[in-house]
């Protein structure tokens, strides 16, 4: 077995799954384990998402949130196990890889666009509405006959 394969399956039981369900532009909630002394806590880290970069265990994204009138960014390796969760709270709608643009603004400059309308729906039922309701296939209406 070559040195490379062997990093491959070693590397792909570090991975944590679903953890890849976001993506640049998106509002998320960060919940951060801290551990202060011999106590542990969770902290919730709330920003957008302005880069992701590597891949494998070496993945990592930015968040970027304001703190009073003060930028704030902070990098999460997107597999740590001090990560609890990440929660996804708007679908941003971007077309550029990286934000750093939004170092720049600030107030109300800084809002990220939101993505709507059926992107944004989370089940893997195509015939399935956002709402919670299914959606009925719609049919052409009839041509009346030229006999009639």
Do not use: C, W
């Not at 939101?114 to 052409?140: F, I, W, Y």
């Amino acid at each position: 077995m070559s040195r490379n394969k062997l990093m491959q399956i070693v590397e792909s039981t570090q991975l944590t799954k679903g953890r890849d369900v976001f993506n640049i532009g998106d509002t998320v909630d960060i919940h951060v384990k801290i551990v202060e002394g011999d106590k542990q806590r969770i902290q919730i880290f709330t920003g957008t998402v302005i880069s992701m970069n590597g891949h494998g265990t070496n993945a990592s994204f930015t968040v970027r949130r304001l703190v009073g009138a003060q930028g704030v960014e902070r990098v999460f390796p997107l597999h740590s196990p001090s990560i609890d969760k990440i929660e996804v709270k708007r679908r941003g709608r971007v077309r550029r890889s990286k934000l750093y643009y939004l170092r720049d603004r600030i107030g109300k400059a800084t809002k990220v666009t939101e993505k709507r309308g059926l992107a944004l729906a989370t089940s893997d039922a195509p015939n399935d509405d956002p709402r919670g309701e299914a959606v009925k296939p719609v049919q052409a209406p009839k041509k009346p006959s030229a006999d009639a």
